[in-house]
């Protein structure tokens, strides 16, 4: 997702979601979680147990992990027994503080999410926009990294974001997905140009689709609601 919105690309996207499809996996996606992001997981094995080729070469991961380094992210790494860097293996930083801390790629993040096959899974942090704690990190020592993306909120926190425009959007945009009987239906990955992402869902008559511009990372959400067309626009 990261190296979808920095990159203003579909392509690994829609890679992974057409694999999801067509092998009819049956998945839990989600953006952040408690353990960080999971870098490991766009690459694959061979019969011998050889890292090679996922979803990302080498060298987008390792673009994508300086600029989430960059904007404050902790890093683990699989090492040999030489003690030389395999592979990275996770990268500790709350999901908004690895966007840049940028609001509409945020939303359209969690949009793609959303739309994607699977059961969507939400971090309560990233949902309140939460960033980086550096400082919990740190406190912990070596092994502290994982704190970065554990702040506890408390209810004075939780009041004063639900007062935020990216939160109440955000509730908007995952009531629609757990009420719509469009989500019971088929999903389509629709052609679109790099820079778009356009999938629907599509259960007889009930219909719900985004259509998102990478470019500027503005998105629409149509859906049918007893028997009206509706339209969002973020």
Known sequence: MIHTLENKSNKA????AKEIISKKFKTVNMLGCHDGIPVLDLKGKDVNGTYNQ???ADSEIENIMNTIIERGGRVKNLYDPSGK?????????????????????LLLARAIQLFMPGIPQVWYLDIFAGKNDLSAADREGSGGHKEINRTTL???DVEEGLKRKVVLQQLELLKLRNTSKAFLGKIIIHDSPENEVTISWVNG??????????????????????????SLNY
């Open 85 to 105: 860097k395999i592979s990275y293996y996770q990268v500790n930083a709350t999901f908004f503080s690895a966007l840049g801390e940028d609001e509409q790629k």
């Open 13 to 16: 996207l829609f890679t992974w």
């Open 54 to 56: 996922g979803l990302l």
């Open 154 to 156: 408390t209810i004075n």
């Open 205 to 230: 008559l009930e219909v719900a689709k985004l259509q998102a511009n990478l470019n500027t990372y503005k998105f629409s959400v149509i859906y049918t609601a007893s028997g009206h067309e509706i």
